[in-house]
């Protein structure tokens, strides 16, 4: 994936004030759009002690929806620290990378598939943000990077 050289540099992750982490959110059918919705939450933490808890606590008051048990349930799931998602990230270079954040799986040909690897990426109107200003801009520019290849990617696969 073509990439600006500034993704190459320490994670997002430490530009915060705390930990930072990523869940993936079911909304329930009164909240979707369509069926059934999903979300990727971004968020900070300044404990890694209960933090799916903290989570719906944070859920609750800035979607003024009543979340409590929403982990239990398996509405809110896969939280991970940014350290766990480069860990297993899908990324073969070894170097930590904010686009890395953002993985969501691998494989197949459709358009979902991006690069060599071809790296699925969540689309950035399915992301919330709830961090501060300076890793929202960080994790923002990864998104920017993203749409970016994902609109290359025709060309990069007619290259091969």
């Known amino acids: 994936m073509n990439e600006p050289s500034h993704y190459i540099r320490q994670p997002a992750t430490l530009s915060g004030n705390a930990r930072l982490y990523r869940a993936i959110v079911s909304l329930p059918q009164h909240m979707a759009s369509g069926a059934f919705e999903e979300r990727i ?59 890395m954040l953002f993985e969501t799986g691998a494989g197949g040909n459709g358009i979902e598939a991006i690069g060599p690897n071809r790296t699925h990426y969540a689309q950035a109107d399915m992301v919330d943000m709830f961090v501060t200003p300076r890793v929202a801009r960080r994790l923002r520019d990864a998104l920017d990077a993203i749409e970016l290849a994902r609109a290359d990617e025709p060309r990069r696969r007619k290259a091969e």
């Open 41 to 99: 939450v971004f968020f900070e933490s300044k404990s890694d002690q209960c933090v799916g808890l903290y989570l719906e606590g944070l859920l609750e008051t800035v979607w003024c929806v009543d979340t409590k048990g929403w982990c239990e349930d398996g509405c809110i799931y896969n939280i991970n620290s940014a350290r766990e998602l480069h860990e297993s990230s899908l990324n073969d270079e070894g170097k930590p990378s904010d686009l």
